[in-house]
Nanobody
């Protein structure tokens, strides 16, 4: 089973940028859809972005669209989340998630993902 490890979180000032990485351990995650979710203190875990296993389908939540970019490198078993123009409200623990590729299921619903990373803290100061 694929295991996921996030990295790249940290503290940044508002308006700054961070890049999160999610490394998938063996076996290869080539055929897995990948998603990023986040959870702020006292709030539900929410969808941020997702990319299909082919890379041909990409989705963003309205709150991050035009600021965040998701990408994947199947040769490196990695998925990335480039976060620009960060805002204090982006502060959260960010989770990488994976599921076997399935276009029939919504990409933004967390229960449709089977495998989760441990999370990476992102803190944006005002």
């Amino acid at each position: 089973q694929v295991q996921l490890v996030e990295s790249g979180g940290g503290l940044v000032q508002a308006g700054g940028s961070l890049r999160l990485s999610c490394a998938a351990t063996r076996p290869s995650f080539t055929n897995y859809d990948m998603g990023w979710f986040r959870q702020a203190p006292g709030k539900e875990r929410e969808f941020v972005s997702a990319i299909s296993w082919t890379g041909g389908l990409i989705y963003y939540s309205d709150s991050v669209k035009d600021r965040f970019t998701i990408s994947r490198d199947n040769a490196k078993n990695a998925v990335y989340l480039q976060m620009n123009s960060l805002k204090p409200e982006d502060t959260a623990v960010y989770y990488c998630a994976a599921r076997p590729g399935d276009r029939s299921r919504s990409y933004s619903v967390r229960i449709f993902y089977d495998i989760w990373g441990q999370g990476a803290q992102v803190t944006v100061s005002s």
